[in-house]
């Protein structure tokens, strides 16, 4: 079974979250996507996804990605390392694929503290995939925590479909699940929440086969009810405050109503269980149905 590394793994043992730094020193590549992200080099000699302020979406998707990946550490869900990348203006300057096109218009990327997610694998030790067949997905090793990720998503109204990378090391056949862009949790640069049954929910029915009841939802679930606000504020307090304009009052805004929205958690999946979708085909009889708050 192949080992998950230890920058996917939980923060659950971390009590204190300290926000860590690094310095962009070489672009390797363009990323695909809206943000128009850039996989970068860094001063620790590791390789991150690096979202700049001036992304065609919102200057609020870094501070999205900071804080819903914090908190999906806290509970126990595989997601990269987040860390704040410091990309030079020099560096801008000498690399002219470092730009964000808007409309047929080139801009340079902004320097400054950008959010970097850790690459899952270095790609001369392994390689990462962002689809898997379902026969493969099957018996992807960490499959289960797609029912984390969904309570994660539905708590924080991710408003696009749930995103993942697949990664497996050379001449291994095993893949583990790491999930990737947490940009439009909190709907993205709004900070509210129009929850929609398939808001937030992995493309792909088979990450939900083996959800049975209430019971494949845990860990994560009791953990999400129970966190504290002091938690949720903690982790808020990691976002460099230009990722979000300085406004304080809207984040301390965003953090109260994230923490009423513990009780809604189990609605949202109810509505989703029941849509259209039906994604839990082997939900069993639900002994205490009256537990789901109505």
């Known amino acids: 079974m192949e080992t998950i590394p230890s920058f996917l793994l939980d923060a659950a043992a971390d009590k204190n979250l300290v926000r860590a730094t690094a310095v962009a020193i070489q672009q390797v590549r363009r990323m695909r996507g809206e943000s128009q992200s850039h996989l970068m080099r860094c001063s620790d000699q590791n390789l991150y996804v690096v979202k700049f302020r001036n992304n065609p979406r919102h200057q609020r998707v870094l501070a999205n990605e900071m804080f819903a990946g914090l908190l999906a550490r806290i509970v126990g869900l595989p997601v990269p390392e987040a860390m704040v990348v410091e990309v030079d203006e020099r560096l801008i300057h000498l690399t002219p694929?470092?730009?964000?096109?808007?409309?047929?218009?080139?801009?340079?990327?902004?320097?400054?503290?950008?959010?970097?997610?850790?690459?899952?694998?270095?790609p001369g030790e392994g390689q990462v995939f962002d689809y898997l067949p379902a026969a493969i997905l099957r018996g992807v090793v960490n499959l289960p925590t797609f029912a984390g990720i969904?309570?994660?998503?539905?708590?924080?109204?991710?408003?696009?479909?749930?995103?993942?990378?697949?990664?497996?090391?050379m001449r291994?056949?095993?893949?583990?699940?790491?999930?990737?862009?947490?940009?439009?949790?909190?709907?993205?640069?709004?900070?509210?929440?129009?929850?929609?049954?398939?808001?937030?929910?992995?493309?792909?029915?088979?990450?939900?086969?083996?959800?049975?009841?209430?019971?494949?939802?845990?860990?994560?679930?009791?953990?999400?009810?129970?966190?504290?606000?002091n938690a949720i504020s903690g982790?808020?307090?990691?976002?460099?405050?230009?990722?979000?304009?300085?406004?304080?009052?809207?984040?301390?805004?965003l953090?109260?109503?994230?923490?009423?929205?513990?009780?809604?958690?189990?609605?949202?999946?109810?509505?989703?269980?029941?849509?259209?979708?039906r994604p839990f085909p082997n939900?069993?009889?639900?002994?205490?149905?009256?537990?789901?708050?109505?």
């Open 283 to 294: 939900w069993g009889e639900v002994d205490s149905e009256s537990s789901v708050v109505a």
């Open 255 to 277: 953090v109260r109503r994230l923490s009423a929205r513990r009780t809604m958690i189990r609605p949202l999946l109810t509505a989703f269980r029941l849509s259209s979708r």
């Open 235 to 253: 982790a808020a307090e990691e976002i460099p405050s230009e990722w979000y304009g300085g406004d304080s009052c809207a984040l301390g805004a």
């Open 150 to 169: 969904l309570v994660l998503d539905k708590w924080t109204c991710n408003s696009d479909r749930r995103q993942a990378a697949f990664w497996c090391m």
């Open 172 to 229: 291994r056949r095993s893949y583990v699940a790491a999930f990737i862009d947490q940009s439009q949790c909190f709907n993205g640069g709004e900070w509210n929440f129009p929850d929609t049954p398939l808001g937030g929910v992995y493309s792909q029915n088979e990450v939900y086969e083996n959800v049975l009841g209430w019971d494949s939802f845990e860990p994560w679930l009791s953990r999400i009810e129970d966190i504290g606000q």
């Open 97 to 122: 694929e470092l730009n964000i096109n808007l409309g047929g218009s080139t801009t340079p990327c902004e320097a400054g503290l950008q959010f970097g997610s850790r690459y899952a694998v270095n």
